[in-house]
């Protein structure tokens, strides 16, 4: 009797032995994969109870027991079979959880800066569905791409990654708007544009750019690739997660109307700036008192009627407190602006600029800008833009202090401020007529506080975004880089590009041979030599 | 100390083995007339130093899986064949010594042919400046690649005395662990992650970009493992081979 309940008392612990491993196992396994978590240390705490409760009173026992176990019968059964496998997975899933990466290119080509490593490890614990959709023509071009895709998939499995060719699903590249780039590549339209989703909001990267090389005297368009991608992507993931910002237009004075879907409306153009991301609103100073809390940008849009000193108190003041605004200008119109424009170094008149040598449609009235001062509205802009019946912006000899100003687009030299208003005479008349190069587009801007700057963008011109200009040439490109640029758009600042080598290999005609003939006739034509001799020297 | 002498004595009589048959040479052959040609058309198509060795590696990728059933097919398979495999049983090496020493001699004489790739890093490197990296990485990782390639192979050869049926079951095995990556594009989600993690192509890519992922070594190290271990259970279960 005595015997026979050692027995049951002896099996019961080596089921408990096994169920210990088993708790135990299972709980590592669970850590490893959920990270620290409740059930799985509870898991792992009830196997290791287990084991040393039984080890602690058995031990020399137990040892006995495993060592007298017969390993061979177990491994001939075929549920080591099982077991196997289940290692094989078990292994697999805890390296796939916890891994390491060494990038071991020279530039570190595939190794993500530590920004945007931190970036991805906030956006895999906000646990925040996260939708990329890369649009592009599979070329060797934008490989380069998808493997900087892969690195980022890598460091943050939650997010989805598509890859669609617009070529074979038009339907789809429709709905995102997905153009291709208007240089071809070798034979190809190419496309490429990363599209960033999430929680209804939309954000996109265009990877290629046109830049221009030297060609026999001549310059070429060429396509390449953005010079800092990572930092273009980051952004986008980092902005993707904020709130959208708001800007405000001024009302009341006769501005650019938000609703008005005539041509001279921009009830398009809201629509435009809306599908970047902002909520668009408008605002009546004299009624509100200040400016709301909420607002990342203002936009004085070519005003018609006098401000109060009142609102241009508001104004400058919103502007000393870091404040950002936009201000459009159009010729022709009798107000009192620049009694705002004078206090930050810039002046303006009801002239227009007339440029014969660089016009949209060869309509002087209409300056075609091609070229912009280097600054970040324009360092990506690629097009020209054109503003129709535009006024010219003087900067004036006396400045403000600490305030800077920079002009980003003018016309040619060619150029001049037209003072006939009435367009009967239109010709250049020195003396009465300012001769160009005219600016057209200026900022103003003023460090405040370590993280506060004022901005200020004074464009000479409203129509060049009205319903009919904002969708041509790269007008829109303007106004929203401009509004980006404003509104303090997060960029992930930090990220550096990378430096990528030429390494062209230079072939000559005989080389090239030298290399045909060795690799593709000699070399293996020495190892049937080799092992003819071999099997005559073995007979 | 007398296990790694065992191994090296099986590895020596493989690799002699090998070398001794004339359809090594002609394997030889092949190898490097399509490698060669391919290095060629990358000189001429891709022009980048930097770039050439990474196209090559992942093409050797794939003309190795062509290839190695032919190197693996004879390993057991003629062993058995002959009889010899009882030989080598009953004699005091043991089932493991065998099985690694036959996977270390395929995988040396495999490598032997790999070894001569390196003319075409020579030319690159007097015309060009590759970089060094990818290069290291990726013949790191074709050696992973192989070893797979290898293991599979042998275990397969450890089932059958007929060559041929070897060399043919691993081709459609290899295939199949080929084409899976292919295959898994067509599928969504979990059954997609799972069937392109099969894929012995999809961990290889890395290596040849330059990228060394513990994942990716984890991943051949445990094919390996496992189809050794059946290789090693297989030849003790006398019975079921002989």
């Known amino acids: 009797m005595e015997n026979k309940n050692l027995i049951l008392f002896n099996k019961l612990k080596i089921n408990l032995l096994y169920a210990g491993a088993a708790f135990f196992f299972v709980g590592i396994f669970w850590l490893l994969i959920a990270g620290t978590g409740l059930i799985g240390l509870i898991i792992l705490g009830l196997g290791l109870g287990l084991l040393a409760y039984i080890l602690a009173g058995n031990f020399r026992e137990t040892l006995e027991y495993i060592k007298a176990m017969d390993w061979k019968a177990i491994g001939s059964k075929y549920y080591y079979l099982l077991v196997i496998l289940a290692i094989f997975i078990m292994v697999n899933v805890i390296s796939n959880k916890r891994f390491l990466r060494w990038d071991i290119t020279e530039s570190r080509r595939y190794t993500l800066s530590p920004h945007t490593r931190n970036l991805l490890k906030q956006l895999e614990q906000g646990k925040k569905q996260i939708k990329v959709l890369f649009f592009r023509t599979e070329v060797p071009l934008i490989e380069s791409v998808d493997d900087l895709l892969k690195e980022y998939k890598a460091r943050c499995p939650i997010i989805e990654f598509e890859y669609i060719d617009p070529d074979k699903a038009p339907q789809r590249a429709k709905e995102y708007n997905i153009r291709s780039i208007n240089v071809p590549y070798g034979n190809y339209k190419l496309y490429g544009t990363i599209i960033i989703l999430s929680a209804g909001l939309k954000e996109s990267i265009d990877v290629v750019k046109v830049d221009y090389r030297q060609a026999g005297g001549n310059y070429q368009p060429y396509l390449k690739l ?40 921009w009830s398009e153009t809201k629509k435009v700036i809306a599908d970047e991301n902002y909520i668009v609103d408008k605002i009546y100073l004299a009624s509100l008192g200040n400016i709301p809390e909420d607002c990342s940008l203002l936009v004085v849009g070519a ?3 006098n401000y109060t000193d009142m609102e241009y108190e508001f104004l400058n003041k919103y502007l000393e407190s870091g404040g950002h605004i936009l201000v459009m200008l159009e010729p022709f119109t009798k107000n009192n602006i620049n009694l705002f424009l004078n206090k930050w170094g810039l002046t303006t008149s009801e002239r227009f600029v007339i440029d014969p040598a660089s016009s949209y449609w060869f309509q002087p009235v209409i300056p075609l800008i091609k070229a912009y001062n280097f600054h970040p509205i324009t360092e990506k802009l690629q097009a020209s833009t054109y503003f129709p019946t535009a006024a010219g912006i003087e900067i004036m000899s006396k400045r403000p202090e600490g305030v800077d100003i920079q002009p980003l687009a003018k016309t040619t030299p060619e150029s001049w401020l037209e003072t006939d208003t009435s367009g009967k005479q239109v010709k250049y008349n020195p003396g009465l007529d300012k001769k160009g190069p005219i600016d057209i587009m200026v900022v103003v801007s003023k460090k405040i506080a370590e993280n506060k700057e004022m901005r200020m963008v004074i464009i000479g011109d409203s129509d060049f975004a009205s319903n009919s200009n904002v969708k041509y040439y790269g007008n829109m490109d303007l106004l929203l880089n401009t509004l980006n640029w404003l509104a303090g758009k997060e960029e992930l600042i930090g990220i550096r590009s990378k430096p990528v080598e030429s390494r062209e290999i230079q072939l000559t005609q005989v080389k090239l041979k030298f290399v045909l003939y060795s690799c593709v006739i000699i070399l293996p034509l020495l190892i049937i030599v080799a092992g003819v001799i071999i099997w005559l020297k073995r007979r | 100390m007398e296990m790694v002498h065992n191994i090296y004595s099986i590895v020596r009589k493989e690799i002699r083995q090998f070398f001794v048959s004339f359809v090594a040479y002609v394997l030889l052959f092949f190898f490097l007339l399509i490698g060669g040609y391919y290095f060629y058309i990358y000189i001429i198509e891709i022009r980048d130093a930097a770039r050439v060795m990474p196209y090559f590696l992942n093409f050797m990728g794939f003309i190795s899986f062509l290839l190695t059933p032919f190197v693996t097919m004879r390993t057991f398979s003629e062993e058995k064949k002959l009889g010899t495999i009882e030989l080598l049983i009953t004699s005091p090496i043991r089932e493991s010594e065998i099985v690694l020493g036959k996977f270390f001699g395929t995988l040396l004489f495999y490598l032997i042919y790999v070894a001569f790739t390196l003319y075409y890093l020579i030319i690159l490197i007097a015309y060009g400046k590759p970089e060094f990296g990818p290069v290291i990485a990726g013949y790191l990782g074709f050696i992973l690649l192989e070893s797979a390639y290898i293991s599979v192979g042998i275990l397969i050869s450890a089932t059958t005395k007929n060559q041929i049926v070897s060399g043919i079951v691993t081709l459609i095995t290899l295939l199949f662990f080929w084409i899976v990556g292919w295959i898994s594009s067509y599928f969504s989600g979990a059954a997609s992650s799972i069937l392109g993690y099969l894929s012995f192509m999809k961990h290889y890519e890395d290596f040849t970009k330059g990228v060394i992922d513990t994942r990716h070594i984890i991943f051949y190290l445990s094919v390996i493992v496992i189809n050794l271990f059946f290789t090693i259970r297989l030849l003790e279960n006398r019975k079921v081979i002989i």
């Open chain 1, 226 to 265: 953005l010079d800092n991608l990572e930092k273009d992507i980051s952004s986008a993931f980092l902005r993707i997660t904020k709130s959208k910002k708001k800007i405000y237009f001024i009302y009341g004075h006769g501005e650019v109307d938000l609703d008005d879907m005539d041509k001279s409306g």
């Open chain 1, 303 to 305: 005003p018609q009627k």
